[in-house]
C-alpha cells in the first residue's frame, strides 16, 4: 500500500528495506556516523588526491623526468588510470546531466555541496572540471544491448544536447546531478568488474532524490553517502541485470524477460498468443522495464511509489515480474486490436499512468498463484 512521505518514513524505511540500516535502532547512529565517514575517505582517495596528483604533476616542464608522468606507458602509472578513469566519467557525466528532464531538481543546485571537495582555501579538482577539461571523446550510444533502439516517451522532455544550455553555477556550488556523478563515479572506481553501465543513472536517481528531499535536515545532509550505499546494496540485488555476459544464464535479463512471458501465458493465454503471433518479443521492451526498475516508464513520483511495493517484496523483485505483468493485462484490449507498430508503441510508450491501479492488479495476479 505504500509508504507515507511525512516525516521522512520513506527516507527511513527505504534504508531499511536496503540493508543499510539494521532493525535495532539503538544502533543507527554509530552505523551511520562510520559509514559516513567511510564515504568521505572514499571522497578524498579517489577524487580529492587523484584531483591533487594532477594539479602538482603540472606545474612545470620538469615534471616529464619523473617517474610518473602522462605519457608513461605502464598500466600502474597514475596517469594511465586517471586517463582511463575520465573515459568512464565522460559516459556518466552525459547521463546524470539529463536525469529525469521532467523536473529541474536535479539541475538545481544542493543546499549541501560537498565541503570536502569544494573548499575555497584548495584548489582541489571537481569531476565537472575533469570532463570539461579532457579532450576524450566518449561515444554515443543509441541502442541497448538487445539491439532494441526505444522510443521517446511523451512522458520525457527532450533534454539539452549541449553542456553550454545548461546554467553554469558559482564557484562553491553544485547541482544535484553532481551529486550522483559523484555516487556513480566512486561505485564504478570501486566495482571494475562492472564500473559503470549506462542506466545505472535510472537507478541512483530517484535514490538520491528521495534522500535529499528528506524533510529531516539532519539525514537530508547526508543523502549523498547514503544514497551511494543504498544504491550499493541494490546493485548488489539486481547487478547481474547489467552484466551481458550474464544475459543467458538462470540470473541474467534474458531467463527475466522471459519469465514475463511465462507469466502471461498462465494468467492470460489469448493476450500472450496475440503477442507471440505477431512476434513482439519481451526484450522489445520488458528489457528496459526489468532492467531500469520501471524508473523510465512513468514519473518520478510514481517511480518512488512502485518503488515502495518493490523494496517491500519478501522475494526480492519477484513482484517486478507480476507488475511488468499486469502491465500488459491493464492494456489487453489495446492489445488485441493493435498491430505490429501499434502495439510496440504502446509498450515502449507505456499509456496508463495510474500505478496504484497497475500494483494492485499485480497484487492480485500475486494473490491468484
Known sequence: TGIP???GLRCLCWKILLNYLPLERASWTAILAKQRELYSQFLREMIIQPGIAKANMGVSREDVTFEDHPLNPNPDSRWNTYFKDNEVLLQIDKDVRRLCPDMSFFQRPTEYPCLLILDPQNEFETLRKRVEQTTLKSQTVARNRSGVTNMSSPHKHSTPSSLNEYEVLPNGCEAHWEVVERILFIYAKLNP????????NEIVGPLYYTFATDPNNEWKEHAEADTFFCFTNLMAEIRDNFIK???????????KMEKVYSTLKDKDVELYLKLQEQNIKPQFFAFRW???LLSQEFLLPDVIRIWDSLFADDSRFDFLLLVCCAMLILIREQLLEGDFTVNMRLLQDYPITDVCQILQKAKELQDSK
Open 290 to 292: 526489468l532492467t531500469l
Open 245 to 255: 555476459s550474464l544475459d543467458d544464464s538462470q540470473c541474467g535479463i534474458t531467463y
Open 193 to 200: 568488474g562492472i564500473a559503470y553501465v549506462q542506466g545505472m
Open 5 to 7: 512521505c511525512e516525516g
